[in-house]
């Protein structure tokens, strides 16, 4: 066998335990299989941050002089399989900070396997996923978000079920019996045991061909070289805001052309105008003052800067005004504003709906209070 690499894409903090127990149970297992292997973290824009997309890896090799010929590099440029644990990432990550847009599959070998915990079926999926040259395979493990963290976690089986789903898609990684074997020495748990091999035996996959898939071009930067680069440590400074879209009304704070934070988000807010009653709460308290207002006194977020953290949704004294949305239901960012503005009525028939049906939902947007996950677990278990 040659040596078999798997990357598991996470929301920092959020996700960090969740990712943190696949990676090193996939080497648990190996071992148990004769192999040797090691796990690690690849972090985005260190210190690791709140939903910023982050990585973990799992290296397994026959031998341990495979192994450290593979880890001769720092970050793994190819893997058998890529896991990622919010379906919102599909539609790609900047987990490297400043090098652009990098699509769910970047990595993912020509016939690998991409595995999505997601309610959405194969062709929801591909609308957000980009197009590859190569085939691969997309495996969907039936779930929600699962908000792991790094100090609280939601002990739901999502990491069984996406170990008992790599032994299906990538036998040669590690065989099921070994993995079963050390989730049972790890965990001391027969109901975990049995979560991983239903999903074994659950996980279907149907091949992704060269061309089908997002066809959008990801956005990317030039890096500056080394003969570009001025002296000392330079940080530019933003523009001044001015009038809201370059007119004399209203206000568009500056904003940088190259940092945007909308695939941070899990969740977008979603607003009612016709309730807004200009408070301007959400404009002051968005930590990344992504609420312009416009001419007419109102407050259209800006959805390239907006990073989902549901401020803004908290300080609202008016129900269902700023109501956060889960990012599955958007396939764009433009201005919500503008729709508005635009037909006001077809506004409101298309916003109305989807928040009622967010409220009947059960949120994806991480800890919320104390025990709050233990009360989610019972009440799927009832």
Same mark, same amino acid.
């Given at each position: 066998?040659?040596t078999?690499?798997?990357?598991?894409?996470?929301r920092?903090?959020?996700?960090?335990?969740?990712?943190? $127990?696949?990676v090193? $149970?996939?080497?648990f297992?190996?071992?148990?299989?004769?192999?040797?292997?090691?796990?690690?973290?690849?972090?985005?824009?260190?210190p690791?941050?709140?939903?910023i997309?982050?990585k973990?890896?799992a290296i397994v090799?026959d031998?341990?002089l495979?192994? &450290?010929?593979s880890?001769?590099v720092?970050?793994a440029?190819?893997?058998d399989?890529?896991?990622?644990l919010?379906?919102a990432?599909?539609?790609g990550i900047?987990?490297?900070?400043w090098?652009?847009?990098?699509? =769910?599959?970047?990595l993912?070998?020509?016939?690998?396997t991409?595995i999505?915990?997601?309610r959405?079926?194969?062709?929801?999926l591909?609308e957000?996923?980009h197009?590859?040259?190569?085939s691969?395979?997309l495996a969907?493990?039936?779930?929600?978000?699962?908000?792991?963290?790094?100090?609280v976690?939601?002990?739901?089986?999502t990491?069984?079920?996406?170990l008992?789903?790599?032994?299906?898609v990538c %036998?040669?990684?590690?065989?099921?019996?070994?993995?079963?074997?050390?989730?049972?020495?790890q965990?001391? $748990? &027969?109901?975990?045991?049995?979560?991983?091999?239903?999903?074994f035996?659950?996980?279907?996959?149907? %091949?992704?061909?060269p061309?089908?898939g $997002?066809?959008?071009?990801?956005?990317?930067?030039?890096? %500056?070289?080394?003969?570009?680069?001025?002296?000392?440590l330079?940080?530019?400074a933003l523009?001044?805001g001015?009038?809201?879209?370059g007119?004399d009304?209203?206000?568009?704070?500056?904003?940088?052309?190259?940092?945007?934070k909308w695939?941070?988000?899990?969740?977008?807010? *979603?607003?009612n105008?016709?309730?807004?009653?200009?408070?301007t709460?959400?404009?002051?308290? /968005?930590?990344?003052?992504?609420?312009d =207002?416009?001419?007419?006194?109102?407050?259209?977020a800006?959805?390239?800067?907006?990073?989902? /953290?549901?401020v /803004?949704?908290?300080?609202?004294?008016v129900?269902d005004? *700023?109501?956060?949305?889960? &990012?599955?239901?958007?396939?764009?960012?433009?201005?919500q504003w503008d729709?508005?503005t635009?037909?006001?009525?077809?506004?409101?028939?298309w916003?109305?709906?989807?928040?009622?049906?967010?409220k009947?939902?059960?949120?994806t947007?991480g800890?919320?209070?104390?025990g709050?996950?233990?009360?989610?677990?019972?009440?799927?278990?009832?």
């Amino acid at each position: 066998m040659a040596t078999r690499a798997v990357e598991v894409v996470y929301r920092g903090i959020f996700q960090r335990t969740l990712a943190r $127990n696949i990676v090193r $149970n996939i080497v648990f297992a190996a071992r148990k299989d004769g192999k040797i292997g090691t796990a690690f973290g690849r972090y985005s824009d260190s210190p690791e941050r709140n939903g910023i997309p982050a990585k973990q890896f799992a290296i397994v090799s026959d031998t341990a002089l495979e192994l &450290e010929e593979s880890l001769a590099v720092y970050e793994a440029t190819a893997v058998d399989v890529t896991i990622n644990l919010d379906d919102a990432m599909c539609k790609g990550i900047e987990s490297w900070a400043w090098y652009g847009l990098q699509p =769910i599959n970047e990595l993912t070998k020509p016939g690998g396997t991409l595995i999505v915990t997601s309610r959405q079926d194969a062709p929801s999926l591909l609308e957000d996923i980009h197009q590859k040259d190569s085939s691969y395979d997309l495996a969907i493990i039936p779930s929600t978000v699962s908000f792991s963290g790094l100090w609280v976690y939601k002990d739901d089986h999502t990491d069984m079920r996406v170990l008992g789903a790599i032994c299906k898609v990538c %036998p040669d990684l590690v065989s099921l019996k070994a993995m079963l074997v050390s989730i049972q020495e790890q965990t001391g $748990n &027969e109901a975990k045991v049995s979560s991983a091999q239903r999903a074994f035996d659950r996980t279907t996959s149907r %091949p992704v061909e060269p061309g089908e898939g $997002n066809t959008e071009t990801p956005f990317s930067f030039d890096m %500056p070289g080394w003969k570009t680069m001025e002296e000392g440590l330079v940080i530019r400074a933003l523009p001044q805001g001015g009038g809201f879209r370059g007119g004399d009304e209203g206000y568009q704070p500056g904003r940088s052309e190259v940092f945007k934070k909308w695939s941070t988000r899990s969740m977008r807010p *979603v607003i009612n105008f016709d309730t807004c009653i200009k408070c301007t709460l959400c404009w002051l308290q /968005c930590p990344d003052t992504c609420f312009d =207002i416009t001419p007419d006194g109102l407050y259209d977020a800006n959805m390239e800067s907006c990073c989902g /953290c549901g401020v /803004c949704e908290a300080v609202c004294p008016v129900p269902d005004c *700023v109501t956060m949305v889960g &990012e599955a239901e958007f396939n764009d960012n433009n201005s919500q504003w503008d729709a508005w503005t635009a037909d006001k009525d077809s506004y409101n028939k298309w916003m109305i709906p989807l928040v009622e049906k967010q409220k009947s939902e059960v949120r994806t947007h991480g800890f919320h209070h104390v025990g709050g996950y233990d009360e989610e677990i019972n009440a799927e278990e009832d």
